[in-house]
């Protein structure tokens, strides 16, 4: 079955670094990889997604890369805000699996300003 | 309001009890989803359904009930609570697919004590 391994588990920067968070899958099957951020109190919001049929993919200031070989994939937060300060999670869809997202333990951001 | 709401927003029940949460999306999604969210385990899916009348089990089902007499409703009952259902449960929908661009509403903390 699918297993997302995500890492780190927390992670703190200074406003304006960059942040980089990182995840595994099991399955080379999987084929669609989401991420997800979560603020306190409020439930998880898409932010950008990724097909395996695509190396790289950027929305402003967040990109997600992934590596069919090595089965990672990452975040990429440039010129980081205090308000990018969430819980962020990666997923994926196993293609063999009825479907399901498999979601990561999630990572705690942390920006200071 | 328009989109995905649940309640209640905070129960505490005790073990052996009955308890359902409530789940209901205005955007007319085929797809719903309740999920659970534990420090260490990320989001993990207890039930989805397709439509009205068509639930399938997730990752974690046991001790979970679901029903869906209309499109816009998704209860999930705990038939009786134990400790181990302590968490925070959310609510998804979608509109485009099985797993993709969930719509998550901003949870119930459930307690049993």
């Known amino acids: 079955g699918e297993n997302v391994e995500q890492h780190p588990s927390t992670l703190s920067v200074q406003e304006g670094d960059s942040a980089v968070i990182k995840c595994t899958y099991s399955?080379?099957?999987?084929?669609?990889f989401p991420w997800y951020k979560q603020e306190l109190g409020k439930g998880p919001q898409l932010i950008i997604d990724?097909?395996?049929?695509?190396g790289e993919k950027k929305d402003q200031r967040i990109a997600v890369t992934l590596n069919k070989t090595a089965k990672h994939f990452s975040l990429h937060i440039t010129e980081t805000q205090p308000e990018d300060s969430a819980v962020y999670f990666c997923a994926a869809i196993p293609y063999n699996q009825g479907g399901k997202l498999i979601f990561g333990q999630g990572t705690e951001l942390s920006v200071k300003p | 309001d328009a989109g995905i709401t649940q309640s209640p927003r905070y129960k505490i029940t005790e073990t052996g009890r009955q308890v359902t949460l409530m789940c209901h999306q205005t955007?007319?999604?085929?797809?719903m989803f309740w999920y659970r969210q534990d420090l260490g385990h990320g989001l993990r899916l207890i039930y989805y359904?397709?439509?009205?009348?068509?639930?399938d089990k997730g990752e974690v089902p046991d001790g979970y009930v679901v029903s869906r007499s209309k499109t816009e409703n998704f209860p999930l009952t705990l038939e009786s609570a134990t400790r181990s259902q302590t968490s925070v449960y959310f609510c998804?929908?979608?509109?485009?697919?099985?797993?993709?661009?969930?719509?998550f509403g901003s949870g119930t903390q459930l307690s049993v004590l």
């Open positions: 399955d080379s099957a999987s084929n669609y």
């Open positions: 955007w007319s999604h085929s797809y």
């Open positions: 990724i097909r395996s049929n695509v």
């Open positions: 998804a929908s979608s509109g485009q697919g099985p797993n993709e661009k969930l719509f």
């Open positions: 359904s397709a439509a009205a009348d068509i639930t």
